[in-house]
């Protein structure tokens, strides 16, 4: 059964740090490309990070102009888990974070198949 757990949210201060994960079980996080969405309350759903598939001809990650030079994607095959390093965070930050699974990075979360039921990050001014 395909399943992805995010954990590591919470409160921090702005400025502060958080590292989001998310463990899959199901299949292999090498072989998806896995995005990060968020979600704030009366907003639409937002891409803010992606890592492309090991199989990627690519091989990138890529990040919004929102969160570039603060947030980093990162994937440990190991552990089958796909980690959000937040730093610098601004109270614009405060959302619910979401980790996908797809076939190739997008900004757009229809072309995920595969969702986690999401972490809450808030951040105080």
């Known amino acids: 059964q395909v399943q992805l757990v995010e954990s590591g949210g919470g409160l921090a201060q702005a400025g502060g740090s958080l590292r989001l994960s998310c463990a899959a079980s199901?299949?292999?996080?090498?072989?998806?490309?896995i995005g990060w969405f968020r979600q704030a309350p009366g907003k639409d759903r937002e891409g803010v990070s992606c890592?492309?598939?090991?199989?990627?001809?690519?091989?990138?990650?890529y990040h919004a102009d929102s969160v570039k030079g603060r947030f980093t994607i990162s994937r440990d095959g190991a552990k089958n888990t796909v980690y959000l390093q937040m730093n610098s965070l601004k109270p614009e930050d405060t959302a619910v974070y979401y980790c996908?699974?797809?076939?190739?990075?997008?900004?757009?979360?229809?072309?995920?198949?595969?969702w986690g039921q999401g972490t809450q990050v808030t951040v105080s001014s």
């Open positions: 199901g299949f292999s996080v090498n072989y998806y490309a």
């Open positions: 996908a699974a797809g076939y190739h990075c997008s900004g757009a979360p229809r072309q995920y198949d595969y």
């Open positions: 890592i492309t598939s090991l199989t990627s001809s690519d091989r990138s990650t």
